[in-house]
């Protein structure tokens, strides 16, 4: 079968570089298949998951927005922050769900309601993505 590159990349480093017969993700204008010979394009991303599938089984990479950008041959993902399915830290994926609710639960004006409603989205995502691999 076909593959393509997917690199995955954040301003701290790479996070994943590899060969994919498919990638799916959910961009601003939704839900994105892209196999190998996709037409170029480039599209933001929303807070979600990121599936690589290849031989048969899928990895999962967090990612915290950013933009994707798609060539025939090469997907390259340009994220604000990304984690591999295995390596996030569960109990603070749950710590940082906890401080972001507690800050939305607050009336005071000195709270950045949508600041701490992606926080929300942040850890929300983190943590379903890490449940996946069970």
Request: net charge positive.
């Amino acid at each position: 079968m076909k593959t393509v590159e997917v690199n995955v990349v954040t301003p701290d480093g790479p996070i994943y570089n590899g060969e994919a017969e498919m990638v799916s993700t959910k961009a601003k204008s939704g839900e994105l298949g892209i196999l190998p010979n996709h037409i170029p394009m480039v599209a933001p991303l929303q807070i979600g998951a990121v599936r690589i599938k290849k031989a048969g089984k899928t990895e999962f990479v967090a990612v915290s927005g950013g933009f994707l950008e798609v060539r025939p041959d090469k997907i390259t993902i340009l994220a604000q922050a990304a984690e591999l399915a295995e390596t996030i830290d569960l109990a603070r994926a749950n710590a940082a769900k906890l401080r972001a609710e507690r800050r939305l639960q607050d009336k005071q004006d000195t709270v950045d309601h949508k600041r701490a409603e992606l926080a929300l989205k942040r850890a929300i995502n983190r943590i379903s993505i890490y449940e996946s691999l069970k």
